[in-house]
């Protein structure tokens, strides 16, 4: 069983009201929002955005700002690939699932349009919940279970005895599904307590920490849009 497994439903949920897809299909055709965009057995991030929808013929069109060659390599093996999408609107996060179609001599691509999408709740990072054990903070104050991650911050788990003794860690290490990750200046701040858990705020991360979180939790999002969302 994959450690990046999702043991509950991320803090999202499908969109079913038929005014408010009109509306998010209307701002991505008016605004050609920014995606991240990987593709099924691929943890690489491609980013772009899309600049054309195209109802009628069901397809919509990618134009690409960075490209990893992983990515590339993976699209050309077939069309009907699977790719996830996560595309920043100004009223919300929007998740999807969709098929390649083609990639084009220009070097954009054309996507099958999707037929569920996805809305990020309230947070602005995305927030998934792993299964438990899978991925840890390792501190001078112990090593402590994520239950779930963003690349702002975490849930630990950690009883509410332990976590009052503490404010902030520095000299954190994160390890993500075995891969131990240690930058200088990592260390955590708790912002909130439970029973058994604590909410605490990263610091001291960089960009490209970021997008290895990032990688991350996309391949933790993929088995859950394999099996599609819990009724």
């Not at 950690?158 to 009052?164: A, F, M, Y």
Request: proline fraction near 6%.
């Amino acid at each position: 069983m994959s450690t990046r497994k999702i043991h509950q439903a991320p803090t999202f949920q499908e969109i079913q009201a038929p005014k408010e897809l009109d509306r998010i299909i209307l701002e991505i055709k008016k605004f050609k929002p920014a995606v991240e965009v990987s593709v099924e057995h691929h943890p690489f991030i491609a980013r772009g955005k899309i600049i054309d929808w195209n109802t009628e013929k069901k397809l919509l069109t990618v134009q690409w700002k960075t490209v990893p060659d992983e990515f590339k390599d993976a699209s050309a093996l077939r069309t009907g690939l699977r790719a996830f999408f996560k595309a920043s609107l100004f009223s919300t996060q929007l998740l999807f699932k969709c098929e390649l179609i083609r990639r084009l001599p220009d070097g954009t691509y054309h996507y099958r349009i999707p037929l569920r999408y996805y809305q990020n709740q309230k947070r602005t990072a995305l927030r998934v919940p792993l299964a438990s054990g899978a991925s840890t903070i390792r501190s001078p104050k112990g090593t402590f279970p994520i239950l779930d991650l963003s690349t702002a911050g975490a849930k630990i788990s950690i009883p509410l005895s332990e976590s009052k003794k503490i404010h902030a860690i520095e000299k954190c290490t994160l390890v993500l599904g075995g891969k131990k990750i240690t930058p200088p200046a990592f260390g955590i701040t708790i912002t909130s307590r439970g029973d058994d858990f604590a909410g605490c705020r990263f610091h001291g991360l960089n960009e490209g920490i970021h997008v290895e979180i990032k990688q991350f939790l996309m391949e933790a999002l993929h088995d859950y849009f394999k099996k599609g969302p819990s009724k």
